[in-house]
């Protein structure tokens, strides 16, 4: 092994070690996103005479914001309720006092809190007062302003990706790679217009975090009450401590552009390098103690693993941009000459440490190569899987670039490249640089999704096209289109759902479900899952409580609003196998 590759492979168990050392001090896993597992009122249950309060329980703690729990009234209109707070010592409940009494008829709960992995959760569900009969008046959805925010606070957080892989990779490149270049007008500016980029994004992430997870607007960014809800959650006191990193190192940059020097000896930038990926680790573990690095299986080891992930992709990609965008436009034929070689070995051992611990992280936010398919999550991630490999494919061409024309072991060619053979360089540098902004814009997204593993309990998703809803002026509900599944392998494993909902108003109404196998015969399966959810209004999914076996199932429920619902049915199949279907039912007033 040359003297620069066993620099290489130390310099990764440096970051490899640091990075652990950070996440043991700073991480606390968690296991799962938080589900509702109780409250008072129920789901379904009727009262005589009004409750005084709402309960909700979780399994996990949670974050509340100020509007995380409504309460719609038989009529639709809303209706102003206490505010949400935990029980003393008991973050994972969170109970609301009513206002006053509640006059008979149907209730809608709409609640929405903060996972211990920062994202939001959401559900709902409907009770009665008095005659269980009642059933409440049809109304108009409002305007959804959810969209907004939602689009902002994903361009922060893209901002915020690009913006510390740039400040992390340039720097690392000035510091092993070009130590010249700290005095070129070009780096200067990259480094911080990087820096400010990142702190900006960490800011605005702080503003809109609070509307994001309140389904506010963009009006609420300065809420001093979703300000203060930021604060308590875990991402919130990440993006503090970002914030304060970055003010930190500002001492360091003006160091590293006024003092280091053109030509270091090798002690001092061994120094200077392992204090950046030192930094670099302090940055990336405020995205890895408030992500799903907290949950799912391994917690306390994945939490490393991701900062090495995010350091390592930051040199690479962030290196790239210091490379095309700072350097090669020099044509300084002298110093590029050595930070080319150097920045390819370094190239390696990051696309090393990225695939190891992609390998892992895939492991356990997707748990099997069919949820790559069935998830949303895990299509996104094959994304950008795809066009990785397209960058390691860049890379190694590079590689064989440099081979070329600066020589491998220390044998480099006295002239280097011509000025053509540059420019060619230099325009694969771009494209390459291209692909990686579109790999930060993923990994943004893959942040803010809910793991495969986590969604539909890490098994296989279906989506019906049909609508099996009856119409709403007939007697009888219209004959149902069977959707069908699929689940692992057996004899159960293949079939098909019927669906109705009868009568598709709003109102007390009953969900009949079939379960029949390939020859359109009952199917008997060991469990079956229904709920209901409108995403025109942002509410739900509402459970709803099945009775019935040997394929057939009826379950009663209350239809607080208009639209289109979406019926979620989970079949299990087997102890290890099931499928999710969708089927839209379109519900009159």
């Known amino acids: 092994m040359t003297r620069t590759r066993t620099r290489g492979a130390v310099l990764a168990v440096l970051l490899a070690g640091f990075a652990t050392a950070v996440s043991l001090m700073v991480a606390s896993p968690a296991w799962a996103h938080a589900e ?8 379904g249950q009727i009262y005589q005479d009004s409750p005084r309060t709402l309960l909700l329980q979780f399994t996990d703690p949670v974050t509340v914001p100020p509007d995380g729990v409504r309460l719609f ?14 029980r003393a010592g008991d973050a994972t409940s969170v109970e609301a006092p009513l206002n006053g009494k509640l006059a008979d008829g149907v209730y809608t709960v709409s609640w929405r809190v903060v996972s211990s992995d920062s994202h939001p959760v959401q559900g709902a569900y409907t009770f009665t007062v008095g005659t269980p009969g009642s059933r409440p008046a049809g109304v ?31 720097a690392f490149y000035l510091a092993w790679c070009w130590p010249a270049g700290a005095r070129r007008r070009p780096a200067r500016r990259a480094l911080w217009a990087s820096w400010g980029a990142s702190l900006a994004a960490a800011i605005a992430s702080g503003l809109l975090y609070g509307p994001y997870v ?51 000896d090798r002690r001092t930038r061994w120094t200077a390098a392992v204090a950046v990926l030192a930094a670099a680790a302090a940055l990336a573990a405020t995205w890895s103690i408030a992500n799903h690095s907290v949950t799912g299986q391994a917690g306390g080891f994945a939490v490393p693993v991701d900062v090495v992930h995010l350091v390592a992709g930051s040199v690479w990609l962030g290196g790239l941009v210091a490379l095309a965008m700072t350097h090669v436009p020099t044509r300084d034929a002298v110093t590029l000459r050595v930070a080319v070689p ?49 960058l390691v494919a ?6 064989g670039w440099v081979a070329r024309h600066y020589g ?3 044998n480099r060619r006295r002239g280097g490249p011509d000025p053509y053979q540059l420019y060619a360089f230099y325009r694969r540098l771009l494209a390459e640089t291209a692909v990686g902004a579109v790999v930060l814009g993923l990994s943004a997204a893959l942040v803010a999704m809910e793991p495969a593993r986590s969604a539909y309990a890490g098994r296989r998703s279906t989506t019906a096209p049909a609508n099996t809803a009856a119409p709403a002026n007939t007697a009888v509900p219209a004959v149902p289109t069977p959707v069908p599944f699929s689940a692992g392998s057996g004899p ?19 969900l009949h479900l079939s379960v029949l196998d390939p020859n359109g015969a009952p199917l008997n399966v060991p469990e079956v899952h229904a709920a209901m959810t409108l995403t025109d209004r942002d509410l739900g999914p509402i459970p709803v409580e099945l009775q019935g076996a040997g394929g057939h199932y009826i379950g009663q429920l209350n239809l607080p609003f208009p639209g289109r619902w979406q019926a979620v049915l989970t079949v299990r199949t087997t102890e290890t196998d099931q499928a999710t279907v969708r089927v839209v039912v379109d519900v009159s007033a």
Do not use: E
């Not at 907004?148 to 994903?154: L, N, Q, R």
């Open 140 to 170: 108009t959805p409002p305007d959804d302003r959810h969209g907004d925010v939602a689009t902002a606070y994903g361009a922060a957080r893209w901002a915020a990706f690009a913006g510390f892989a740039v400040l992390v990779g340039t």
């Open 394 to 399: 860049f890379g190694a061409a590079a590689r």
């Open 73 to 86: 009234g038989p009529d639709g209109a809303r209706i102003g309720i206490g505010a949400p707070a935990h």
């Open 342 to 390: 150097r920045f390819s070995h370094t190239a390696l051992v990051c696309v090393t440490l990225m695939v190891a611990t992609g390998l892992f992280q895939a492991w356990r936010q997707v748990g099997s190569l069919p949820m790559l398919f069935a998830t949303a999550y895990g299509r996104v991630l094959l994304a950008k899987v795809a066009l990785v490999v397209v």
């Open 492 to 510: 159960t494993a293949r079939g098909a759902v019927l669906l109705a909902v009868f009568p598709p108003k709003v109102g007390p109404a009953q």
């Open 214 to 264: 309140a389904d506010g607007d963009l009006a609420g960014a300065f809420d001093p009450r979703l300000l203060s809800t930021t604060w308590a959650t875990g991402l919130g006191r990440a993006l503090g401590i970002r914030v304060g990193l970055l003010l930190a190192a500002v001492p360091a940059l003006v160091w590293l552009f006024n003092r280091y020097p053109d030509a270091p």
């Open 408 to 410: 491998a072991s220390g």
């Open 36 to 43: 509702l597992i109780d409250a008072a009122p129920a789901n």
